[in-house]
Protein backbone atom coordinates (compact mmCIF):
# COMPACT_ATOMS: atom_id res chain seq x y z
CA UNK A 1 0.00 0.00 0.00
CA UNK A 2 0.97 3.46 -0.51
CA UNK A 3 2.12 5.64 2.64
CA UNK A 4 -1.19 7.57 3.59
CA UNK A 5 1.43 10.58 4.04
CA UNK A 6 1.87 10.56 0.08
CA UNK A 7 -1.32 9.73 -0.77
CA UNK A 8 -2.43 12.67 1.10
CA UNK A 9 0.17 15.23 -0.33
CA UNK A 10 -1.18 13.81 -3.94
CA UNK A 11 -4.47 14.71 -2.87
CA UNK A 12 -3.62 18.17 -2.04
CA UNK A 13 -1.67 18.40 -5.03
CA UNK A 14 -4.35 17.54 -7.40
CA UNK A 15 -7.59 18.50 -5.75
CA UNK A 16 -6.50 22.39 -4.49
CA UNK A 17 -5.01 23.75 -7.40
CA UNK A 18 -7.99 22.00 -9.45
CA UNK A 19 -10.35 24.19 -7.36
CA UNK A 20 -8.46 27.41 -7.39
CA UNK A 21 -7.89 27.20 -11.14
CA UNK A 22 -11.49 26.42 -11.68
CA UNK A 23 -12.13 29.45 -9.64
CA UNK A 24 -9.69 31.58 -11.71
CA UNK A 25 -11.43 30.35 -15.02
CA UNK A 26 -14.39 31.96 -13.57
CA UNK A 27 -13.54 35.14 -12.12
CA UNK A 28 -10.84 35.95 -15.33
CA UNK A 29 -11.65 33.49 -18.36
CA UNK A 30 -9.35 33.82 -21.33
CA UNK A 31 -11.97 32.23 -23.77
CA UNK A 32 -15.82 31.77 -24.20
CA UNK A 33 -16.56 28.22 -24.58
CA UNK A 34 -17.08 26.64 -27.78
CA UNK A 35 -19.44 23.61 -26.32
CA UNK A 36 -21.55 22.72 -23.45
CA UNK A 37 -19.40 22.93 -20.52
CA UNK A 38 -21.23 20.51 -18.26
CA UNK A 39 -21.33 18.02 -20.83
CA UNK A 40 -17.80 18.18 -21.67
CA UNK A 41 -16.95 18.29 -17.76
CA UNK A 42 -19.12 14.97 -17.01
CA UNK A 43 -17.74 12.86 -19.85
CA UNK A 44 -14.22 13.95 -19.09
CA UNK A 45 -15.16 12.80 -15.15
CA UNK A 46 -15.90 9.79 -16.22
CA UNK A 47 -12.63 9.21 -17.97
CA UNK A 48 -10.52 10.45 -14.86
CA UNK A 49 -12.06 8.21 -13.02
CA UNK A 50 -11.82 5.20 -15.27
CA UNK A 51 -8.20 6.23 -15.42
CA UNK A 52 -8.09 6.34 -11.97
CA UNK A 53 -9.55 3.03 -11.28
CA UNK A 54 -7.54 1.41 -14.54
CA UNK A 55 -4.09 3.16 -14.70
CA UNK A 56 -3.27 5.92 -12.83
CA UNK A 57 -3.29 4.45 -9.07
CA UNK A 58 -1.37 1.29 -10.20
CA UNK A 59 0.71 3.00 -12.46
CA UNK A 60 2.00 5.77 -9.80
CA UNK A 61 2.38 2.48 -7.38
CA UNK A 62 4.56 0.49 -9.74
CA UNK A 63 6.62 3.93 -10.63
CA UNK A 64 7.20 4.17 -6.37
CA UNK A 65 8.09 0.74 -6.02
CA UNK A 66 10.60 0.82 -8.72
CA UNK A 67 12.14 3.81 -7.75
CA UNK A 68 12.39 2.92 -4.24
CA UNK A 69 14.42 -0.20 -5.28
CA UNK A 70 16.31 1.69 -7.94
CA UNK A 71 17.24 4.10 -4.95
CA UNK A 72 18.20 1.13 -2.78
CA UNK A 73 20.25 -0.25 -5.60
CA UNK A 74 22.35 2.87 -6.38
CA UNK A 75 21.77 2.46 -10.27
CA UNK A 76 21.59 5.37 -12.51
CA UNK A 77 23.80 8.31 -13.57
CA UNK A 78 23.11 10.64 -10.73
CA UNK A 79 24.31 7.86 -8.17
CA UNK A 80 28.03 7.54 -9.58
CA UNK A 81 28.35 11.26 -9.33
CA UNK A 82 29.04 12.41 -5.34
CA UNK A 83 27.32 15.65 -5.51
CA UNK A 84 25.84 17.50 -2.00
CA UNK A 85 22.18 16.43 -0.98
CA UNK A 86 20.38 19.90 -2.46
CA UNK A 87 22.58 20.14 -5.59
CA UNK A 88 21.67 16.78 -6.37
CA UNK A 89 17.95 17.06 -5.71
CA UNK A 90 17.59 20.42 -7.84
CA UNK A 91 19.46 18.89 -10.90
CA UNK A 92 17.47 15.40 -10.18
CA UNK A 93 14.58 18.80 -10.84
CA UNK A 94 15.81 19.60 -13.98
CA UNK A 95 16.89 16.63 -15.25
CA UNK A 96 13.72 14.89 -15.32
CA UNK A 97 11.82 18.35 -16.28
CA UNK A 98 14.22 17.94 -19.36
CA UNK A 99 13.27 14.37 -19.85
CA UNK A 100 9.63 14.70 -19.52
CA UNK A 101 10.06 17.55 -22.17
CA UNK A 102 11.69 14.51 -24.68
CA UNK A 103 8.98 12.37 -23.76
CA UNK A 104 6.46 14.74 -24.65
CA UNK A 105 8.17 15.32 -27.84
CA UNK A 106 7.95 11.45 -28.46
CA UNK A 107 4.40 11.21 -27.66
CA UNK A 108 3.78 13.60 -30.53
CA UNK A 109 6.15 12.05 -33.27
CA UNK A 110 5.72 8.80 -33.10
CA UNK A 111 2.29 7.54 -34.66
CA UNK A 112 0.88 4.90 -31.89
CA UNK A 113 2.40 7.12 -29.22
CA UNK A 114 0.24 9.86 -30.87
CA UNK A 115 -2.32 7.51 -31.27
CA UNK A 116 -2.79 7.52 -27.42
CA UNK A 117 -1.98 11.05 -26.83
CA UNK A 118 -4.16 12.30 -29.42
CA UNK A 119 -7.50 11.95 -27.01
CA UNK A 120 -5.62 14.75 -24.79
CA UNK A 121 -5.70 17.12 -28.14
CA UNK A 122 -8.74 16.36 -29.83
CA UNK A 123 -10.49 18.56 -26.63
CA UNK A 124 -11.91 21.49 -28.85
CA UNK A 125 -11.93 23.69 -25.52
CA UNK A 126 -9.21 23.68 -23.20
CA UNK A 127 -9.91 24.30 -19.32
CA UNK A 128 -9.29 22.53 -15.92
CA UNK A 129 -10.93 19.44 -17.56
CA UNK A 130 -8.61 18.91 -20.45
CA UNK A 131 -6.07 18.21 -17.48
CA UNK A 132 -7.98 14.81 -16.72
CA UNK A 133 -8.36 13.83 -20.38
CA UNK A 134 -6.13 11.22 -20.96
CA UNK A 135 -6.47 7.69 -22.85
CA UNK A 136 -5.20 5.11 -20.00
CA UNK A 137 -3.11 3.68 -22.68
CA UNK A 138 -0.87 7.22 -22.81
CA UNK A 139 -0.81 7.13 -18.67
CA UNK A 140 0.68 3.49 -18.84
CA UNK A 141 2.53 4.06 -21.69
CA UNK A 142 3.80 7.54 -19.65
CA UNK A 143 4.58 6.15 -16.52
CA UNK A 144 6.33 2.67 -17.72
CA UNK A 145 8.91 5.31 -19.98
CA UNK A 146 8.90 7.86 -16.52
CA UNK A 147 10.16 4.41 -14.57
CA UNK A 148 12.85 4.32 -17.70
CA UNK A 149 14.17 7.81 -17.34
CA UNK A 150 14.40 7.31 -13.38
CA UNK A 151 16.27 4.40 -13.77
CA UNK A 152 18.73 5.69 -16.10
CA UNK A 153 18.66 9.29 -14.63
CA UNK A 154 19.42 7.43 -10.69
CA UNK A 155 16.87 9.97 -9.18
CA UNK A 156 16.10 9.54 -5.35
CA UNK A 157 12.57 8.73 -4.24
CA UNK A 158 12.35 12.39 -2.74
CA UNK A 159 13.30 14.00 -6.14
CA UNK A 160 10.81 12.40 -7.90
CA UNK A 161 8.02 12.51 -5.46
CA UNK A 162 8.80 16.40 -5.72
CA UNK A 163 8.60 16.36 -9.38
CA UNK A 164 5.38 15.10 -9.51
CA UNK A 165 4.11 17.12 -7.00
CA UNK A 166 5.06 20.14 -8.32
CA UNK A 167 4.04 18.65 -12.37
CA UNK A 168 0.56 17.78 -10.59
CA UNK A 169 0.09 21.54 -8.99
CA UNK A 170 1.22 22.59 -12.56
CA UNK A 171 -1.05 20.40 -14.66
CA UNK A 172 -4.42 22.65 -13.29
CA UNK A 173 -3.01 25.78 -13.77
CA UNK A 174 -1.52 25.28 -17.14
CA UNK A 175 -4.57 23.41 -18.77
CA UNK A 176 -6.62 26.72 -17.14
CA UNK A 177 -8.71 28.90 -19.06
CA UNK A 178 -7.10 32.05 -16.96
CA UNK A 179 -6.52 35.31 -18.04
CA UNK A 180 -3.36 36.63 -16.45
CA UNK A 181 -2.62 39.63 -15.96
CA UNK A 182 0.02 41.03 -19.43
CA UNK A 183 2.78 42.26 -16.98
CA UNK A 184 2.23 38.95 -14.69
CA UNK A 185 1.73 36.49 -17.54
CA UNK A 186 5.17 37.65 -19.59
CA UNK A 187 7.08 37.75 -16.34
CA UNK A 188 5.84 34.03 -14.89
CA UNK A 189 6.34 32.34 -18.55
CA UNK A 190 10.54 33.19 -17.99
CA UNK A 191 9.99 30.69 -15.56
CA UNK A 192 7.19 28.12 -15.68
CA UNK A 193 4.46 27.45 -18.86
CA UNK A 194 1.19 29.26 -18.32
CA UNK A 195 -2.13 28.64 -19.47
CA UNK A 196 -1.06 30.93 -22.77
CA UNK A 197 1.64 28.80 -23.45
CA UNK A 198 0.22 25.61 -23.53
CA UNK A 199 -2.97 26.67 -25.18
CA UNK A 200 -0.48 27.24 -28.09
CA UNK A 201 0.35 23.43 -27.88
CA UNK A 202 -3.32 22.75 -27.69
CA UNK A 203 -4.28 24.99 -31.06
CA UNK A 204 -5.46 23.02 -34.11
CA UNK A 205 -2.75 24.08 -36.17
CA UNK A 206 -0.11 21.12 -36.58
CA UNK A 207 3.12 23.80 -36.29
CA UNK A 208 1.72 25.10 -32.67
CA UNK A 209 0.38 21.51 -31.72
CA UNK A 210 4.33 20.45 -32.33
CA UNK A 211 5.25 23.32 -30.22
CA UNK A 212 5.80 23.90 -26.54
CA UNK A 213 6.48 20.46 -25.15
CA UNK A 214 7.36 21.66 -21.52
CA UNK A 215 6.02 20.34 -18.67
CA UNK A 216 7.00 22.60 -15.65
CA UNK A 217 9.59 24.91 -17.42
CA UNK A 218 9.79 26.77 -20.92
CA UNK A 219 13.53 26.58 -21.35
CA UNK A 220 13.73 23.53 -22.86
CA UNK A 221 11.56 24.76 -25.69
CA UNK A 222 13.31 27.49 -25.96
CA UNK A 223 16.76 25.85 -26.09
CA UNK A 224 15.60 23.60 -28.67
CA UNK A 225 13.61 25.75 -31.51
CA UNK A 226 10.15 24.39 -30.17
CA UNK A 227 9.14 27.63 -28.13
CA UNK A 228 5.92 29.55 -29.98
CA UNK A 229 5.05 32.60 -27.70
CA UNK A 230 1.88 33.24 -29.26
CA UNK A 231 -0.83 31.36 -31.64
CA UNK A 232 -0.88 33.02 -34.94
CA UNK A 233 -4.88 33.35 -34.81
CA UNK A 234 -4.53 35.33 -31.05
CA UNK A 235 -6.10 33.43 -28.11
CA UNK A 236 -9.73 34.38 -28.55
CA UNK A 237 -9.79 33.50 -32.06
CA UNK A 238 -7.77 30.15 -32.43
CA UNK A 239 -9.32 26.76 -33.11
CA UNK A 240 -8.26 24.19 -30.46
CA UNK A 241 -8.50 20.37 -30.77
CA UNK A 242 -7.35 18.17 -34.08
CA UNK A 243 -8.84 18.86 -37.58
CA UNK A 244 -10.32 15.12 -37.54
CA UNK A 245 -11.86 15.17 -33.97
CA UNK A 246 -14.12 18.11 -34.67
CA UNK A 247 -17.70 16.44 -34.28
CA UNK A 248 -19.37 17.01 -30.44
CA UNK A 249 -19.55 13.01 -30.14
CA UNK A 250 -15.95 13.05 -30.30
CA UNK A 251 -16.25 14.18 -26.50
CA UNK A 252 -18.43 11.22 -25.16
CA UNK A 253 -16.34 8.72 -22.89
CA UNK A 254 -16.73 5.90 -25.79
CA UNK A 255 -15.58 8.10 -28.67
CA UNK A 256 -12.57 9.44 -26.37
CA UNK A 257 -11.59 5.57 -25.96
CA UNK A 258 -12.06 4.39 -29.17
CA UNK A 259 -10.17 7.47 -30.71
CA UNK A 260 -6.87 5.72 -30.83
CA UNK A 261 -8.40 2.48 -32.64
CA UNK A 262 -9.88 4.56 -35.14
CA UNK A 263 -7.18 6.36 -35.82
CA UNK A 264 -4.63 2.57 -35.93
CA UNK A 265 -7.41 1.79 -38.45
CA UNK A 266 -7.76 4.85 -40.09
CA UNK A 267 -3.92 4.54 -40.95
CA UNK A 268 -3.57 1.33 -41.68
CA UNK A 269 -6.51 1.43 -44.69
CA UNK A 270 -4.71 4.79 -45.80
CA UNK A 271 -1.42 3.46 -46.21
CA UNK A 272 -2.60 0.52 -47.51
CA UNK A 273 -4.34 1.92 -50.53
CA UNK A 274 -1.29 4.21 -50.83
CA UNK A 275 1.44 1.69 -50.18
CA UNK A 276 3.25 4.18 -49.41
CA UNK A 277 4.26 5.63 -45.86
CA UNK A 278 1.92 8.29 -44.50
CA UNK A 279 2.83 11.24 -42.42
CA UNK A 280 4.56 10.82 -39.46
CA UNK A 281 1.64 12.39 -36.96
CA UNK A 282 -2.18 11.10 -36.35
CA UNK A 283 -4.41 9.96 -39.40
CA UNK A 284 -3.63 9.87 -42.80
CA UNK A 285 -8.05 10.11 -43.43
CA UNK A 286 -10.65 12.25 -41.93
CA UNK A 287 -12.22 10.57 -39.16
CA UNK A 288 -15.61 12.52 -38.39
CA UNK A 289 -17.50 11.70 -40.68
ZN1 LIG B 1 0.92 17.01 -26.30
ZN1 LIG C 1 -2.27 19.65 -22.31
Not at 51 to 60: C, D, I, P, Y
Not at 208 to 224: A, I, Q, Y
Request: hydrophobic letters at 50%; proline letters at 4%.
Amino acid sequence: MMDTNIERALAVAFYVPLVVAMVLETIAPRRAAIRSTAWRWLNTAGLAVINTLLARAAAFLTTLVAIVEIDRAGWGLLNQIALPGPVAFGVGILLLDFASYLKHRAFHAWPVLWQMHSVHHSDTDMDVATSLRHHPADYLLDTLMTVGIVLVLGLTVETVFAYQLLALVLNSFRHGNIRLPDKLERRVRLVLVTPDLHRVHHSSVERETNSNFGVLCPWWDRMLGTYVAQPAHGHEAMDLGLEYFRAPAENTIFRMLTQPLRQMKARKVALDSSGKQGQEQGPVVRLDA
